[in-house]
């Protein structure tokens, strides 16, 4: 799995991206990033959801209460 640190390294390079001009980018360039963008985007949230999951579990109400 990827490790957090790199996480944060992909997100500081896509904001370092959005300082570029995406005006010099032809049309097909254009739908090439937003179609890796979607991709990227989706398999963010697919892990968002699977790490979501994995914190709920030690929060189960049939595991009692610790304290």
């Known amino acids: 799995m990827i490790s957090a640190a790199r996480l944060h390294e992909i997100a500081a ?3 370092g991206d959005q ?3 995406l005006a010099d980018l032809t049309d097909d360039e ?5 179609a890796a963008h979607e991709v990227l985007g989706r398999a963010a949230r697919a892990l968002q959801g699977r790490l979501s999951g994995e914190v709920g579990v030690p929060s189960r109400t049939e595991l009692g209460n610790e304290a």
């Not at 254009?30 to 937003?34: A, D, N, P, R, T």
């Open 13 to 15: 390079e896509i904001r």
């Open 19 to 21: 300082r570029s001009s």
């Open 30 to 34: 254009l739908l090439e990033m937003l």
